[in-house]
């Protein structure tokens, strides 16, 4: 980009309401009604998101592997619908195919049905309510699962729904379970349990509206590994989706707090990347009267994931290691600061991710003042940052949480702003 405006619209295509717009537009017939109460198919590029009316879905004898992404799952006649088929240019959309960037693997075989199904006693069963499939990266991992929420909510602009009276339907060829530790999100999105795709076996379903939800690792997609522009920050898009599952789940905002500034500390208890003297931190930062400091440990199994977004979003200094615990930042109050404590080496995860959500982002700069245990043990790449724990210059962190403070109170959505103080 050579100007500022250049810039801010490249910004707003890659990540903002102008990917929801470019999707949008994308979106064609490829299997064309003949008749009033017909099938339909209409996809974006590359098949990355599709809707259907009157879908067939043969699931009488499902060949069930440990694949949970079977591309060889339908056989022809298996998924279909009874609609024309521009077949040459539906297959021509298959230069993306790959589990989790495209629908291309699930839906070529969709077949030109002779009969409308839901007529001619095709049937066994006809599901009315409109049901999303959506395929799910790594439910324990909370920046993995958090790209499927978010192409989700992204999924209901492209669709122009926000309706929580749907079907969400996991899209597994497997017959295994899934572990979800982020479950309680998804009453942001329906009404009812998520079903899985097994639980239709033996059957011929008919769905009346079904929408292929967008995935979570599409190239260029959001926000698993997502170019940015440099010198942008913050979209209303991922304002919206913070302001939008906060709302749906009903967590409130109790502060901020005049003369206060909120710090939690995020624990980790995994063998690696822990904050050694995070005790003598937080000491250090309750001598000083301005702060209220609190150290927190996101155990799924000791602390609803409700209640860690109501203590992340009245936070006004969240501070963390890498790890994928950081991605509450996209739950924080405008005003705050996320300080990713040391990034191992790994910059732009979440420095974009702050980006994308608009909180200003900070981390560690002194490689004198920070102390690896050792230099990691990689299980198979030898020594890594990510692979160690590590301890901080006490007087450095200090300066860096007043650094952040001063951010905090100077931030235009703080209500308590007052002039720069001289001694930050």
Known sequence: ASTIEEAQHMFWKQADFGYVKERTDEVKTHCRPKAMGDSSLECSRYLQYCRAKNLYIDLRSPERTHD???????????????CNL?????????????PLQSWFAELQMYTELNARPTEDGSCDVVIDKPTYFMKFDAGVNMYHHFCDFVNLYITQHVHNSFSTDVNIVMW??????????FSETWMAFTDYEIMHLKSYDSKRVCFKEAVFALLPRMRYGLFYNTPLISGCHGTGLFRAFSQHVLHRLNVTQDGPKDGKIRVTILARSTAYRNILNQNELASALKTLLLFDVQIVNYKYKELDFTKQLKITHNSDIFIGMHGAGLTHLLFLPDWAVIFELYNCEDEHCYLDLARLRGVHYMTWQRKDKVFPQDQGHHPTLGKHPKFTNYSFDVEEFVRLVLLAADRVSQHSKWPFRRKQRDEF
Request: hydrophobic share 25%; net charge negative.
């Open 86 to 98: 521009d077949v040459r240019a539906f297959l021509a959309e298959g230069q993306r195919k790959s």
């Open 172 to 181: 597994d060829t497997s017959s295994y379970g899934y572990g979800d530790l």
């Open 68 to 82: 949970r992404f079977n591309e060889d799952f339908f056989q022809k006649g298996q998924i279909g619908g009874h």
